[in-house]
């Protein structure tokens, strides 16, 4: 079993930056790929960037596409998101999962486990 903690959420300005971070315990997280996702209050849960098991592949959704940066490392079992130029339509609860699926899988039901979510706020 995996269980993953989100941290590092906060309220920003547009414009600004916040790495977050996700610890994983239980199981070394280099035999999953990883996913981070983002859900608004009354909206579904979105893809936002993955990373595969060996950490050489990402993916990352087209609204967040050359702001965000997924990363991993597997010898502090962890893994981040880097969010650069944050918009106000970025305010979410961001959550990271892990997936047993080859590559970067982006759909949530090929994730196994999942963290509390960590709350992401941008003013305008």
């Known amino acids: 079993h995996v269980q993953l903690v989100e941290s590092g959420g906060g309220l920003v300005q547009t414009g600004g930056s916040l790495r977050l971070s996700c610890a994983a315990s239980?199981?070394?997280?280099?035999?999953?790929?990883m996913g981070w996702f983002r859900q608004a209050p009354g909206k579904e849960r979105d893809f936002v960037a993955s990373?595969?098991?060996?950490?050489?592949?990402?993916y990352s959704a087209d609204s967040v596409k050359g702001r965000f940066t997924v990363s991993k490392d597997n010898a502090k079992n962890a893994v981040y998101l880097q969010i650069n130029s944050l918009k106000p339509e970025d305010t979410a609860v961001y959550y990271c999962?892990?997936?047993?699926?080859?590559?970067?899988?982006?759909?949530?039901?090929?994730?196994?486990?999942w963290g509390q979510g960590t709350q992401v706020t941008v003013s305008s």
């Open positions: 239980g199981r070394t997280l280099s035999c999953y790929a």
């Open positions: 990373i595969s098991w060996s950490g050489g592949s990402t």
């Open positions: 999962a892990a997936s047993g699926v080859y590559g970067s899988p982006s759909n949530g039901y090929e994730y196994d486990y």
